[in-house]
């Protein structure tokens, strides 16, 4: 069965660099997410994008966060300049449609010292 | 805007126990929801999934769940919890219409004794 692939596994950068989370969502799919999941709390919704373009955004998804879809099959979360409260899981997910379920990736764990 | 509640943040259940967690969501209008498991370690996982239909729907590993419209609730069922189920559960909306997101409950940590 096609999977959601993320890397890497694990990030770990310092305070204010950028890091750059890739994705390569299943081909055939059209609607890619991004959420992030911090330590012991629930699942955030930071960005949807579909038709090269972001469709919705949160409030926690601010100037430092960007989303790219450069080659046509990788999905990337880059983010600016990091800060100490970035430090999460980040799951990539994508769906054929909407009204699909949300196939996830593995997740990125996001370190920042 | 929606919202997902679940009231139990950790459950903690003897094997052959049955389980119920509950979930309920705040919006008005037509739903999909979903129940997703994170096993230790682990990537979210789709549990089961109500569209429309039969409100009573059927998962992977023997969980179920019931859509109750009166009362915007979809609590996930299990009659007899094994230890390998121990696990995080999410339960998550979408609003059908309104966005394209899901948008997730704040998890129930659930731990089976041996």
């Known amino acids: 069965e096609p999977e959601v692939t993320q890397t890497p596994s694990h990030q770990v950068t310092q305070m204010g660099q950028e890091v750059i989370l890739r994705c390569v969502p299943i081909s055939n799919h059209l609607y890619f997410y991004w959420y992030r999941q911090i330590l012991g709390q629930k699942v955030e919704f930071l960005v949807s994008?579909?038709?090269?373009?972001?469709?919705?955004k949160s409030e926690i998804f601010d100037d430092q966060f960007s989303v790219e879809r450069p080659d046509g099959s990788n999905f990337t979360l880059k983010i600016r300049s990091t800060k100490l409260e970035d430090s999460a899981m980040y799951f990539c997910?994508?769906?054929?449609?909407?009204?699909?379920?949300?196939?996830f990736g593995n997740g990125t764990r996001l370190t920042v010292t | 805007a929606q919202s997902v509640s679940q009231h139990n943040h950790h459950v903690i259940l003897s094997e052959a126990a049955s389980l119920e967690l509950g979930c309920n969501y705040s919006?008005?209008?037509?739903?999909?929801l979903f129940w997703y498991v994170q096993y230790p370690g682990q990537h979210l996982q789709l549990l089961l999934k109500y569209f429309s239909g039969d409100p009573l729907v059927k998962g992977i590993k023997g969980f179920e769940a019931e859509f109750i419209k009166s009362k915007f609730s979809f609590n996930l069922r299990k009659p007899s919890v094994q230890w390998s189920d121990t696990a995080e559960y999410f339960c998550a909306v979408n609003a059908v219409g309104r966005d394209d997101k899901i948008i997730f409950g704040k998890g129930t940590r659930l731990h089976i004794l041996p």
């Open positions: 919006y008005g209008g037509t739903v999909n």
């Open positions: 994008f579909y038709n090269n373009e972001i469709s919705e």
């Open positions: 997910a994508s769906v054929p449609g909407t009204d699909s379920p949300l196939h």
